[in-house]
């Protein structure tokens, strides 16, 4: 059976959707919020109903249709059953070892949902919660795997995470996967049934800004978490091979994460920290003018399950540069693609980006071409003919 859409099915009603989650703009790391925030929009643009069940008290960017639900939330009559102290296992009575045990409880325990259609969870983190309560109310599960234990930890998968993880694969009615190739680690490594699982990328929204700025300096540009699977010392040793040969270019990093000490001490060590800025954390709109100045963008990841970076920056008319085993690589043919491992061969692209601008001009405008053909509402008509799979398989009436 295949795994992707080509005309998605359209639902013959509105569907109630309980959705599962612990990342949610504005508080977000990566692509997962992101991917919640942009589903859950699309979701309810086509009427459908959306339950978002978070362990975190918000704020959240506010999105029509959607209600956020949330341990240790007042009740209608404005009390608490508990604080929410007592579901992060904080207080004296508390049966719960974290906050991770008490939001699975939580989420099982909750009986006050109204009549509910599918269960959609994305990632480890309320996976035990999302089965049990999918378990009681007899209503089929979705899990949406972003990433696996597998991949953030470069193969030394910590047992209580991949547990998780595994519990939610094995319970789930439909797995929704963001590439192709993370679809075949799920049936590989977790011994997922390939047809019961499906592909579904992740997409981009078109940026407001419209026009390019012309930065003074050459800018390469990576955006994301300063983790060891994202490769970022492969873009440092390619900076080192670039900057003799351009010596206006700046290597700009922008995000967080616990390789930040390494590698500004491997920049230090390369003797390229005037051509490299450790910019940290950025907003959404300081992304936005990162992108609109830069140059090229670099995505050098060692397991990148989709790298909704790099689609940012091609939305936003930058040439980019991935590694192969990202899961843009899969949908892309204008950008160019390069073997995690090899630092000469993004030192000899990002080179020959700097040094032909109509090259540049090319990749930008093809790159931009592809990532705004589809968006986010194609990503959730195909997520409701998932939802529709699910409840006939699990022998539901629509």
Known sequence: MPHHFVHPEVSPRPLHVVMVGWEFPPSHTGGLGVHCYEITKELT????????????AGPFTAVHGVTFRHPGEQGKEGRRE????YWEGKTPNSPF???IDGYNAWVAQRDDLGPVDVIHVHDWFGTKGAAELAR?????LVMTVHSTEYDRSLGHPWGHILGRELEGIRAATRVIA???HLRQQLVDRYDADPRRVRVIYNAVRPSERLERIDST?????YVGRLAAMKGVDTFLRAAQRVVHHFPDVLFVIAGEGPEYPRLVHLAATLKIGEQVMFLGKVT???REVLLSGSSVFVLPSIVEPFGIAALEAMAAGVPTIVSKTSGIAEISTGTFRVDFWDVEEFASRIAELLEYPTLRRAMGEMGQWEALREGWPERARETVAVYL???????DAL
């Open 45 to 56: 643009n086509l009427g459908h109903r959306v339950t978002f069940l978070t362990p975190f």
């Open 82 to 85: 508990y604080p929410p102290a």
């Open 97 to 99: 070892i974290d906050s």
């Open 136 to 140: 009681r109310l007899s209503r089929p």
């Open 178 to 180: 963001v590439s192709r």
């Open 217 to 221: 300096k050459r800018v390469v540009l």
């Open 284 to 286: 959404e709109d300081e």
């Open 389 to 395: 799979e699910a409840i006939r398989a699990a022998g």
